[in-house]
């Protein structure tokens, strides 16, 4: 008899990153808080004096609050949960901030062959890592081919410059892989509206990276051992006026009858991948882009990754499984544009 174990479920996509330790300096300035389902962390170097705590704040949270009205999954009032629940197949006029980040999506979708689909939630529901709490359990033929079907930005959606149209009635989308991204994204412009403009904002690990810390140098940022029970920091790099992200399939999967499930699917095969990348980490020129790479650059994984992040010259670092490795066990491998933007 065949028995599921559920490992880690708190949101659709755990990134395996953490900020490295940092000198906290007089002129440093945090806020914290809870969104979309997990945590912020936004750190200033050398605010501006007109500039206070409650100013951050405020602006903070407007602009996360802006994301979750409209790109929240998990918000049956949001832009896109309201999207998806009618069934229409005419042209729908989206928000500005929507607009942005599907076209960033069907961009990532083309360039990656496939492997980044924000349709893919009947398939991903379906092996019970999405919103709705199914149980964690491998699908039978006939259920996942159904949900393929229904899946695909061919397949059931057209991104056009302000609308959205479905061309499955029931299309639904999934901005998980994206949305946390794109939130930094709007957070680091409403910093920028302060006045402010040396900070570092993460949200559940994506992260988008601005000038200089309180020591006046590049943001060192910790990249996670890609462990499913440890919290070691694999490496650290330097970086500025980037966003970040990693994924990784460590975290978030399932066991049953000796197989092991990630949630990172292939929209390909309907599939959790069965490569040997433990996780991807990528610098892109903003956090939404750096979001969906992450994603797709794991689901590819190294081999054919590395080829193409050549071939587009994108800057990432894949982490192997190799028991006879270092002391981790893993081993990386990084772009020439990775390696570029953080070498010191």
Known sequence: MSQSVKLSRRSFMLVPLCLAACKPGESLLKVSGLTMGTTYNVAIADAPRFVSQSDVK????????TVNQQMSNWDANSEISRFNAQT???????????????????????ASGGRFDTTLGPVIELWGFGADDHS?????????????????????????????????????????????????DLVGRALEQLGVHNYLIEIGGDLYASGHNADGTAWQIGIETPEAHG??????????????????????????????????????????????????????ENAMLADAWATAFHIIGQE??????????LAVLFTQHN????????????????TALTQV
């Open 323 to 338: 028991a006879n490795a270092n002391a981790h066990g893993f081993t990386t491998t990084a772009s020439s544009r990775f």
């Open 231 to 284: 919290r070691g920091v694999l490496d650290v790099v330097s970086v500025s006026n980037v966003g970040l992200a990693s994924s990784g399939d460590y975290r978030n999967f399932f066991e049953q009858d000796g197989q092991r499930y990630s949630h990172l699917i292939d929209p390909r095969t309907g599939r959790p991948v069965t490569h040997n990348t433990a996780s991807t980490t990528v610098l892109a």
């Open 136 to 184: 964690l359990s491998t699908p039978n033929e006939a259920s996942l081919l159904a949900a393929q079907a229904k899946s695909g930005h061919a397949n059931t959606l057209r991104v056009t410059p302000g609308a959205l149209q479905k061309t499955q009635p029931d299309a639904n989308i999934y901005l998980a892989a994206i949305g946390k991204g794109y939130g930094a």
């Open 58 to 65: 405020t602006a903070v949270d407007g602009a996360l609050a």
């Open 88 to 110: 229409s197949t005419d042209a729908q006029v989206i928000s500005a901030e929507l607009a942005e980040v599907m076209t960033a999506a069907e961009t990532v979708h083309l």
């Open 304 to 313: 054919e990754g590395l080829v193409l992040a050549e071939e587009l010259d």
